[in-house]
């Protein structure tokens, strides 16, 4: 495949029929026994209807994904799998704003086969329900949603197609595919003008029937920046025509997920394309429908129920590979001059399966209230509150890189058992996968400094200093020495930055650790009908 590398965005429709597949190494020895399976739990969100028939019922729909040897199955296997799910019916497209509790619970309940299946499936599962049809529910018109009905009878699979090579949701949602509208034909061309506007691991693209695209939308040459459209990726089962599809290799867990760059050669899509809920052309013209609601902000909102799902997620896995390890250590039995300790007696295994459980409960209780909050917003089909949006933000980035934490300290305690196929550890980098999905940790951390140094800057930095609390002081210690080195060395504000990155991140931290213990407070005073104590201390620069 390394030629097909340097082929120019011209040799694109010469293999629109292609899927570029490297070769393969061969796959690991079975699965070893280590592994118990998870215990039965109960799936209760604050405020939510009663889900217990359902979660069994989604339960028995799922029980075979837990016999699948990842080692061994195919991504088009895999793929047939979320098929025969799909036309269930049991998780329809539009619970996500119908019972939105249903589209987490279903999240939840895949996250907890991860240890021993890895992050092919659940990713499969989140980027055709949350990103490719939500998208469309989201976006689309009346008659756009409905076609979502059809993709569920015919268990059509869907993907997104919003991440450049050398663009993408770090960089605030900047694409370089274009979508150029053509009056005369009343119709969009869809163009990858250079190969670092290809889409890059894209899940399921090698497979996925149907996709939205994000591109650049130019209507009478202008542009309009980031928009929406629903295509078929496929006819007939092969790449439709003027689209190239590229495998991006084996990966250290879940290759029974495909993942593919994505380029388009002057692929023709009608108007009816264009998911125009809150944007359209309309006799030519462009014309944005829902005012001071532009369309690149609405495809955005996909990330905070991704977020979400995604905090969850991590927390399952965690979860299920402590109880995996502790049963194994509860009863691995240990060389001792007198009695006979198992392997969990060790006090730093007994301290960190302690610490675990101390851990969790706060987070569990963060995460779910963040889930309430959103389902409500979701049920009433409006958008977030800002402090919803920041504590989200917050729910993820420490959900996953706790878990990451602990499970890594785990790994490093528990011995020989760690090493082996079937213990779980396998497939820690389903928790890697966690921290880039749907915004990176860092890039998350960042911005929650960013936007509360400019509040600060803006609204705090001339009050009075015997009145801060600790985290305005680091914003004002922070600020002066962002200025001091613009000053003194002549560095330019974005070079400070990266110079105090260590603080950066502490602030960040600080940033993350009050609004977890504001917004438990808040939304509890909120359920409880008694006015915020303290509404409105954020007031970030933006919001997404």
């Not at 695209?213 to 130019?218: E, G, R, T």
């Not at 439709?240 to 495909?258: H, I, S």
């Not at 951390?445 to 705090?460: H, P, S, V, Y």
């Amino acid at each position: 495949a390394p030629f097909r590398m340097r082929l120019g965005i011209r040799s694109i429709r010469a293999l629109s029929s292609s899927v570029v597949t490297p070769s393969h190494s061969p796959p690991p020895p079975p699965m070893a026994a280590g592994a118990r399976p998870p215990p039965e739990r109960q799936w209760k969100v604050p405020g939510a209807p009663d889900t217990d028939e359902w979660a069994a019922s989604f339960s028995r729909a799922t029980v075979d994904l837990a016999k699948m040897d990842v080692h061994s199955i195919s991504y088009q296997e895999s793929a047939e799998r979320l098929r025969t799910l799909l036309k269930t019916g049991l998780l329809r497209h539009t619970d996500l704003t119908a019972h939105p509790e249903r589209f987490f619970l279903a999240h939840r309940l895949l996250a907890r086969h991860a240890p021993q299946l890895g992050p092919g499936f659940w990713v499969r599962f989140t980027v055709h329900y949350n990103l490719c049809a939500g998208t469309v529910l989201g976006l689309g018109s009346a008659e756009q949603v409905a076609m979502l009905d059809d993709w569920q009878e015919r268990g059509l699979l869907g993907c997104f197609s919003l991440t450049e090579k050398l663009a993408g949701v770090s960089s605030g949602l900047v694409v370089n595919t274009q979508a150029h509208y053509d009056a005369h034909t009343d119709s969009f061309t869809l163009n990858s003008p250079d190969r670092g506007a290809f889409k890059n691991w894209i899940s399921q693209g090698l497979v996925a029937d149907r996709t939205v695209v994000v591109a650049d939308l130019f209507v009478a040459g202008k542009s309009h920046g980031p928009h929406a459209f629903v295509m078929a990726l496929r006819d007939a089962g092969e790449p439709a025509a003027g689209v190239l599809l590229e495998d991006m290799g084996r990966k250290t867990v879940g290759n029974d997920l495909d993942n593919a760059a994505i380029g388009f050669d002057h692929v023709v899509l009608p108007r009816s394309a264009l998911l125009n809920r809150f944007a359209d052309v309309v006799d030519g013209e462009y014309v944005q429908k829902v005012k001071g609601m532009p369309a690149f902000q609405m495809i955005g909102q996909r990330l905070f129920t991704g977020r979400v799902a995604v905090a969850q997620a991590a927390l399952e896995f965690r979860r299920g590979l402590f109880e995996s390890t502790k049963a194994y250590a509860d009863t691995k039995r240990c060389w001792a001059p007198s009695g006979k300790p198992v392997l969990s007696d060790i006090p730093q295994l007994k301290a960190i399966f302690a610490e675990n459980e101390r851990k969790l409960a706060p987070l569990d209780a963060f995460v779910a209230r963040c889930e309430a909050q959103l389902n409500d917003t979701l049920r009433a089909d409006a958008l977030p509150e800002l402090s919803l949006v920041e504590a989200i933000a917050v729910a993820k980035v420490k959900a996953v890189e706790e878990s990451i934490e602990i499970t890594h300290r785990l790994q490093n305690e528990v011995g020989s058992y760690a090493l082996m196929v079937g213990s779980g550890f396998e497939q820690k980098d389903f928790l890697t996968m966690c921290k880039f999905a749907e915004g990176d940790s860092r890039v998350l951390m960042q911005k929650m400094a960013r936007d509360r140094l400019r509040l600060f800057e803006k609204k705090q930095a001339s009050t009075d200093s015997a009145a801060w609390d600790a985290e305005t002081k680091q914003c004002a210690a922070l600020s002066a020495d962002l200025a001091a080195m613009v000053t003194k060395s002549g560095a330019d504000r974005q070079q400070a930055w990266d110079e105090k990155w260590e603080d950066v991140y502490a602030l960040a931290e600080t940033i993350m650790r009050n609004k977890m213990e504001s917004f438990m407070t808040e939304t509890m005073e909120m359920s409880s009908g008694r006015p915020l104590a303290d509404a409105g201390r954020y007031e970030h620069a933006e919001a997404a």
